[in-house]
Every structure is written in C-alpha cells, then in structure tokens.
C-alpha cells in the first residue's frame, strides 16, 4: 500500500485552481517524478503533503489514515522530510547542528552532548560519501549540491519514510546534478518514498520509478517506467 495517497486532491486560492482532482500514490523503495512547468502546481501539491497550505478538496492519507496537516510539524511527525530548494539547510548554522536537526524527526537520539552530535555528524557524512573536511562551518558556505546532499543523507539517517524534493537540481550544473541524483537513489534504495519535483524531464528519466506531469493544476500524465519504451 501507498504510504502517502492523494485521492482527487485539489486546492484553490480564493477562485484560482491550483490544483484539481489529483490522484497520486507515493510508494517506499520508489521514485516518484512531478514534472510540470511554471505554474502547474508543484509548489502547491508540496505544500499539501508538507504541511504548509491545507486541501480544499479530496482526501490525503498516510498509512491509510486520512490526514490533513495543519502544520510542516505534523507532516514531519508523520515522518515526511522536506527539502526545499533555496532552503535545504539552516544557512547560518553549522553542518552539524543541522545534520542533527533531522533528530526532530524520529528522536532517534535523546539529548546528546556537542561533541558526540559532531562525531556522529562525521561518521555518517563519510558514510554516505560525502566529505565535508570542517563541520563546524556554516552551511551556507557549502556548494548547493553539497547542502541537497547533506539535507538527504539526515532524512535517510534519522529514519524518514518519505522524502519530498522540491526541485534539488534545479540550481546546479552537470557534475553536481550528477551527484545529487545519485543520493536521490540511495535514499530510494534506503527504502524511502521519493517525491522528486523537477521541470527537467532527464534528471526525473534518469531515476524515476514513476511520472507524474502536471498541467494547469490537473494530471496530464500519470505513466510508470515499464510503460515508457524507446523501441518503435
Ligand atoms: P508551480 O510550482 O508548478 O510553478 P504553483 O503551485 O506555485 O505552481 O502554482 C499553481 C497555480 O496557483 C499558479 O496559477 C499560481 O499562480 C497559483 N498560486 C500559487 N500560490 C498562490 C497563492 N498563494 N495565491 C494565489 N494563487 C497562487
Ligand atoms: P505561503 O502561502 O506558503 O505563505 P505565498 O502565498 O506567499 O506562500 O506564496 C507561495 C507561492 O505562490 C510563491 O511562489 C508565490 O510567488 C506564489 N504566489 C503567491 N501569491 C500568488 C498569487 N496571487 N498569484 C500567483 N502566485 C502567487
């Protein structure tokens, strides 16, 4: 079963549609791509599942429960991580206190004392690849790449169930797309639900599991990998 499910969600500011009759499965161990041009409804639908704006039509349930967040706590309650785009990380804090923001999450940890947080910090960071050399720097130093790939490898650690990613690439060049797409496929092999927000229809082909286009606030297309052949 789905653990986030959209049935005909919609959502109007005032009289303008943002978002009407969506229907989509987030599913664990898969990579759910939303494409769709300025305008579509992206940021919207985000903002449905994080908690930031309510529905205004239809259902949302995790774990087959009927939800309707009213805030980005009880989304993260309900163990759905959000990155955004601009805002992946807390720019003037430090790589590891934001690392261990995701202990919100799943209060994986207790209290634990700096240098334990920051030794946990380096471990996990090597771990997942990633080598940050002073993790007492502000992440706002870091390369956008790096701070998509940290926002990740926290939600993959503290034990996220969805992952929703609000255009990670959008921002970045060939080699740190590259990158970032490939913890987007660690996090989908860790066993999370992705939801991966793009206007790039290679970024999305080149991991998704699933597709989903998004014109004028209504599905346009809904179409799984298997459906997708490129022999005539
Ligand atoms: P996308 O992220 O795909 O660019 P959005 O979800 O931001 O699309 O926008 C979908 C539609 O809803 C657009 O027509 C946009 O102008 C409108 N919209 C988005 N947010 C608001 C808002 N707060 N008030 C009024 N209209 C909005
Ligand atoms: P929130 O409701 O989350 O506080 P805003 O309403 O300020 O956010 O805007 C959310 C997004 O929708 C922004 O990207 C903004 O550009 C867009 N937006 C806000 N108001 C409108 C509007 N009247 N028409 C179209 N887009 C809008």
Redesign the pocket.
């Known amino acids: 079963t789905p653990i986030v499910h959209l049935d005909e969600v919609g959502k109007s500011?005032?009289n303008?549609h943002?978002?009407r009759g969506v229907s989509l499965a987030v599913r664990q161990g898969e990579i759910t791509c939303v494409l769709?041009?300025?305008?579509?409804?992206?940021?919207?639908?985000i903002?449905i599942i994080a908690g930031l704006h309510e529905h205004t039509d239809g259902v949302l349930s995790v774990n087959g429960e009927v939800r309707r967040f009213g805030s980005p706590r009880e989304s993260l309650d309900s163990g759905i991580a959000t990155v955004y785009q601009d805002l992946a990380l807390a720019p003037l804090m430090s790589v590891w206190r934001n690392f261990f923001l995701g202990n919100e999450l799943t209060k994986r940890f207790g209290t634990l004392d700096a240098t334990k947080m920051k030794r946990i910090t380096g471990e996990e960071l090597t771990k997942m690849g990633i080598s940050i050399p002073n993790l007492e720097q502000p992440v706002g130093m870091l390369s956008g790449g790096q701070r998509q790939c940290i926002a990740i490898a926290r939600a993959i650690f503290f034990g996220a169930k969805v992952l929703i990613l609000d255009e990670p690439t959008a921002a970045l060049g060939v080699k740190q797309s590259g990158v970032v797409l490939k913890y987007i496929v660690k996090a989908r092999d860790a066993g999370l639900g992705v939801v991966f927000i793009t206007h790039n229809p290679h970024h999305a082909y080149l991991v998704g599991n699933h597709f989903i286009v998004?014109k004028l606030?209504r599905v346009a297309l809904d179409t799984h990998r298997a459906e997708i052949t490129l022999e005539q």
Do not use: E
Request: net charge positive; hydrophobic share 35%.
């Open positions: 500011y005032g303008v943002a978002l769709g041009d300025n305008g579509a409804g992206k940021s919207t639908l903002k998004l606030g």
